[in-house]
């Protein structure tokens, strides 16, 4: 049975919301969540300001709970860019790097930044096959990638990661998940990975101020190794924190952005993230299917069997400004035009979108 997801959010008829991969919409549920929490939040009378530790805790418990990790390794952090960074903090100085070729930048650029060593592989249709040869020739010793590249849509398939860590047992892999978590069942723990990130206001669905980091209990273990070593805290208030805790989540957190990003997992929960998937890989097969009868794919995306919803159409970018007259909420990305595939789209959404792309191109001509 087809079902219709966009009754939970509320998107006017002349808007074809197809920008995911730039920013997500929130549920309506949401933003009723949103102002009966500032409101008690603010309340003098009220107990929430002090009650920001434990609440925390139990948004990581909804996070370890959907995506299967242990809490004591799930941290709660303002984006992505913040948790990666503070991770890669704790390795030290002579770690080598494997990048993709083009990833996002803020993947890339703190190591190129902090002036680890590195080498780029290239992101193509061989993209598995260029990572293998790359890891036995170079023998990095972590490997970093965004699951889902942010221009090309390209997905890395998940079962050659898992190999991948079979192969090379010693070898760390980190997954930037911004443009992927939220679209699918993912089980950390027997991923492959060693550590993966997101932002929350993307795929997740929850707005600005929000992330989470999970890390392998063996990677755990090996980051930040001198000041593990160190005594814990003891004072009451930081008596059960961990070392890594006071690194990846050193102060306070925004409770109604951290708020904000549990109402999404327990949203996400109770559709089921099965469901999501299909819902989403049927909507993205149409959009493909005429995407690409008009030869509107870049060339390596559609020779892949692995696709994502995020897809970058070939069409000039002068184009842009005409889309987004129309009500076609999509970006400039690469050699096209970007788009995304979420929950909250259907197919009468991929209608709209092939006819203003038919519409444009048509006239262009």
Not at 61 to 76: V, Y
Request: glycine content about 6%; proline content about 5%; aromatic content about 12%.
């Amino acid at each position: 049975m087809q079902m219709d997801y966009n009754e939970h959010f509320d998107v006017p008829e002349n808007i074809i919301y197809l920008n995911t991969p730039g920013n997500g919409l929130m549920p309506k549920s949401h933003h009723i969540w949103r102002q009966h929490r500032d409101a008690a939040f603010f309340a003098p009378s009220g107990m929430l300001r002090e009650q920001q530790g434990e609440f925390i805790t139990e948004v990581k418990k909804d996070i370890a709970e959907l995506f299967h990790c242990s809490t004591d390794r799930t941290f709660c952090v303002p984006n992505f860019s913040f948790g990666f960074n503070t991770l890669i903090e704790g390795f030290s100085a002579d770690t080598s790097f494997a990048l993709i070729s083009e990833d996002y930048p803020s993947l890339n650029y703190p190591i190129i930044s902090r002036g680890f060593p590195h080498f780029y592989i290239e992101a193509n249709e061989n993209l598995e096959e260029n990572i293998f040869n790359a890891v036995t020739e170079n023998k990095p010793n972590v490997l970093l990638l965004s699951i889902v590249q942010y221009i090309t849509g390209l997905k890395v398939n998940l079962d050659f990661i898992k190999k991948l860590k079979v192969a090379f047992p010693d070898l760390i892999i980190i997954g930037d998940a911004t443009q992927f978590l939220g679209t699918e069942p993912f089980d950390f723990d027997n991923s492959g990975f060693d550590a993966v990130g997101t932002s929350g206001y993307k795929w997740m669905m929850a707005g600005f101020g929000n992330g989470f980091l999970m890390i392998s209990k063996d990677l755990a273990s090996k980051i930040y190794e001198d000041a593990q070593s160190r005594p814990r805290p003891q004072e009451g208030m930081w008596a059960k924190k961990s070392i890594l805790d006071t690194y990846f989540e050193p102060g306070h957190q925004d409770t109604l952005s951290h708020g904000t990003l549990q109402q999404s997992i327990r949203f996400l929960k109770g559709i089921g993230l099965e469901n999501i998937q299909q819902h989403i890989h049927r909507l993205s097969m149409l959009a493909y299917d005429e995407l690409t009868s008009r030869d509107l794919i870049l060339p390596f995306i559609k020779t892949k069997e692995i696709k994502s919803s995020l897809i970058n159409i070939q069409i000039p970018q002068d184009f842009y400004p005409a889309l987004l007259a129309d009500g076609l909420k999509c970006f400039p990305r690469g050699t096209g035009i970007r788009i995304g595939i979420h929950l909250y789209n259907n197919e009468i959404d991929i209608e709209k979108l092939i006819q203003l792309i038919d519409k444009h191109t048509w006239n262009s001509k």
